[in-house]
């Protein structure tokens, strides 16, 4: 199976239809609003937000849990580690371990507060094809250099997953397996060392395509932006949501 780019980006729904300039704004300001979270009653607030979003955005539930499954055991063992070296109030002890009450509410409020924030985040990455992200960035006035340094590295990642994928059959058809410890970390480097003269052969190819049609280093801006009143509406509800959120955690004893 081929990885695709822009797999849902054309899904006629709500957040599709939002302006990519004022999605960018408003999501990302409603992610630096989740940042300020660390009251465990506003947890299920932001995490019926971010439900709701990945719900009228249409995004398939069981494309971005499998986004998800990368993630969380990271966060499993960010909450692991801070409930086990915070100190304070001890909920549990079994000989040399201790779960202390304080580092497992850090630690939930965090685990909880990024799944939210990287679920808003795959809404805005998923919801406008990647070239229009680009765009609207250069249009909000990010460096164009810094642009299209993003979009180039994340073009190219999947150009090279897919060399990877390539060989990995390859080496199955020919009776490759892990059973040598040894003798597939030399397998592995080989596969690694081969993958980066690829890339880099490759890369020199793109480049000089790219000069020849007339490359400067910019992404081209070949489409005009044009917000309607239901963009503005989108993005004053999302600010109200951000300034609801920053308030309650400021007044909440």
């Known amino acids: 199976?081929?990885?695709?780019?822009?797999?849902?980006?054309?899904?006629?729904?709500?957040?599709?239809?939002?302006?990519?300039?004022?999605?960018?704004?408003?999501l990302v300001g409603l992610i630096v609003g989740f940042s300020f979270i660390n009251k465990i009653v506003l947890l299920p607030f932001i995490l019926i937000i971010s439900f709701l979003l990945v719900y009228f955005s249409r995004l398939p539930a069981r494309y971005l849990m499998k986004r998800l499954e990368y993630i969380i055991p990271f966060l499993f063992l960010a909450v692991f580690l801070l409930?086990?070296?915070?100190?304070?109030?001890?909920?549990?002890?079994?000989?040399?371990?201790?779960?202390?009450?304080?580092?497992?509410?850090?630690?939930?409020?965090?685990?909880?507060?990024?799944?939210?924030?990287?679920?808003?985040?795959?809404?805005?990455?998923?919801?406008?094809?990647?070239?229009?992200?680009?765009?609207?960035?250069q249009a909000l006035k990010i460096p164009s250099k810094l642009t299209g340094l993003v979009f180039f590295t994340y073009r190219y990642i999947y150009v090279y997953l897919e060399e990877l994928r390539k060989m990995k059959i390859a080496l199955r058809l020919r009776g490759y397996n892990n059973n040598s410890v040894l003798h597939s970390l030399r397998t592995n480097s080989a596969i690694i060392?081969?993958?980066?003269?690829?890339?880099?052969?490759?890369?020199?190819?793109?480049?000089?395509?790219?000069?020849l049609r007339g490359y400067s280093g910019n992404v081209q801006e070949s489409s005009r932006f044009s917000a309607r009143a239901s963009d503005y509406v989108k993005s004053l509800i999302t600010l109200v949501i951000i300034l609801v959120i920053i308030i309650i955690q400021k007044t909440m004893p």
Request: glycine share 4%; with cysteine; proline share 1%.
């Open 83 to 137: 409930s086990i070296t915070s100190g304070g109030e001890i909920l549990y002890s079994f000989k040399i371990l201790k779960v202390y009450k304080e580092g497992l509410i850090i630690g939930s409020v965090i685990f909880i507060r990024s799944i939210a924030s990287i679920l808003i985040f795959f809404v805005l990455l998923e919801t406008s094809p990647f070239l229009q992200t680009m765009k609207a960035l």
């Open 193 to 211: 060392g081969s993958l980066l003269l690829r890339s880099l052969e490759q890369a020199e190819r793109i480049c000089t395509a790219m000069v």
């Open 1 to 26: 199976m081929h990885i695709e780019l822009d797999k849902y980006a054309h899904i006629n729904s709500h957040v599709h239809h939002w302006d990519t300039r004022f999605k960018i704004v408003s």
